[in-house]
């Protein structure tokens, strides 16, 4: 076996690049933005990222590791631009994704997806923020009435449940009285 060979084999084959690069477009797919005309900033990083520690007989899936790299990439963005909303950075990519589409961010900005954070628009910025939803629904606080504590037993419940005209107790009563008879 020559060096080409060898150095061939260390690379993911063409089937495992193709599952990978499905695996992205689907993943920007859900933000509304078409990875294949962004490939050069939404695939090919992925890509070479993953490809730079697989090894053909670790066991690892290399389209699982270079989806693994771009929501790493996407939780960081997002965490950084929506820092005041996130309650939890791991809510990042869901709250992100939900503000992205909000914000009309598909038609308006969909060159702005992972672009480096310093180039990107204050109006894609503000719009990003404002949209952003909240984790937790906001505290409206209203009056409460009062409620009487009532006690309760589970015979008191039985009662409450029969007829009010009495017949079915009548009967109750009846056959236990014959039958101690």
């Known amino acids: 076996?020559?060096?080409?060979?060898?150095?061939?084999?260390?690379h993911p084959s063409l089937d495992d690049r193709q599952a990978a690069e499905r695996k992205l477009c689907r993943l920007f797919k859900s933000f509304g933005v078409d990875a294949l005309a962004r490939?050069?900033?939404?695939?090919t990083p992925y890509l070479d990222r993953a490809a730079a520690f697989w090894r053909p007989h670790s066991g690892a899936d290399f389209a699982a590791l270079a989806l693994e790299e771009a929501k790493a990439d996407l939780e960081t963005w997002f965490a950084a631009l929506l820092a005041g909303k996130l309650e939890d950075r791991t809510d990042a990519i869901m709250t992100g994704r939900a503000a992205y589409l909000l914000?009309?961010?598909?038609?308006?900005?969909?060159?702005q997806l992972l672009a480096p954070l310093g180039s990107l628009p204050e109006a894609f910025v503000d719009a990003l923020i404002d949209h952003a939803p909240s984790?937790?629904?906001?505290?409206?606080?209203?009056?409460?009435?009062?409620?009487?504590?009532?006690?309760w037993s589970p015979a008191s419940?039985?009662?409450?449940?029969?007829?009010?005209?009495?017949g079915l107790m009548q009967g109750l009563t009846g056959f236990l009285r014959r039958d101690a008879a």
């Open 135 to 151: 984790a937790v629904p906001p505290s409206d606080l209203g009056e409460m009435h009062h409620q009487p504590y009532e006690a």
């Open 103 to 111: 914000c009309n961010g598909t038609t308006k900005w969909a060159d």
């Open 39 to 43: 490939s050069d900033r939404l695939i």
């Open 157 to 166: 419940s039985v009662l409450r449940a029969l007829p009010a005209n009495g």
């Open 1 to 10: 076996m020559n060096d080409n060979s060898a150095s061939f084999q260390d």
